[in-house]
């Protein structure tokens, strides 16, 4: 029985479980948004929230704490390396995921990412770092929220689990999420445009 055992368990034991949310807090934080499934979210999500509000006081002792909830102060946007002789392909695939991430915070310089001859990381931002002066200033006069978890109605292949993004706010100017406007932006978007056009016709009936 469960009496007073709270929490998503993921099927997963203790460790596999912190490594899991640590794995997907570290894609958050490096993307802005990850695509996961419904449960996975809703267990990463108040990780993410204590984070950054840690994040937001600044000080010595928060940033130990980000660290022990992140496992230790690790490498971040290994995916911003490009080789000298990158292809166009690669370049173009690095700027879509660069403009994708920029909507939700500031990015390092991909200039900062070495890898050496074997193509392991030698040199890269740190991700402790980047929360606190990247992330958490963005919410720094929010008071919790900071994310959001929205269903885009597809599943999985193979388990059919329902998948989500869990993103966080601010970007709602960005691209839509599945490719498609929600319902409820398109029912916006229609009040909005028949408002427009009784405002027109009212004008013109006016003069």
């Known amino acids: 029985m469960r ?25 958050l934080f490096q993307h802005g948004q990850i695509v996961t499934t419904v449960p996975k979210a809703k267990a990463l999500q108040p990780m993410v929230e204590k984070i950054v509000t840690l994040a937001k006081r600044g000080d010595l002792h928060a940033r130990r704490l980000v660290v022990a909830k992140l496992g230790g102060d690790r490498y971040a946007f290994d995916w911003l390396y490009l080789a000298k002789n990158a292809t166009d392909e690669e370049k173009e695939a690095v700027g879509k995921l660069r403009d994708r991430a920029g909507k939700f915070f500031p990015l390092p310089d991909g200039s900062k990412v070495e890898r050496n001859r074997y193509g392991e990381l030698r040199e890269a931002p740190r991700i402790v770092k ?22 885009i109605g597809r599943h999985r292949i193979g388990d059919a689990a329902e998948l989500c993004v869990i993103q966080f706010v601010g970007a709602e100017d960005g691209p839509e999420i599945g490719g498609k406007p929600s319902t409820r932006r398109r029912t916006a978007d229609k009040r ?11 004008a013109s009936n006016a003069h």
């Open 3 to 27: 009496h007073r055992r709270g929490g998503y368990k993921l099927g997963r034991t203790t460790a596999h479980r912190a490594a899991t949310l640590r794995n997907l807090a570290m894609g």
């Open 130 to 151: 980047h929360i606190f002066e990247n992330v958490a200033p963005r919410f720094k006069d929010r008071q919790g929220g900071c994310t959001r978890i929205v269903r």
């Open 192 to 202: 909005t445009a028949f408002a427009a056009k009784v405002r027109k016709s009212a």
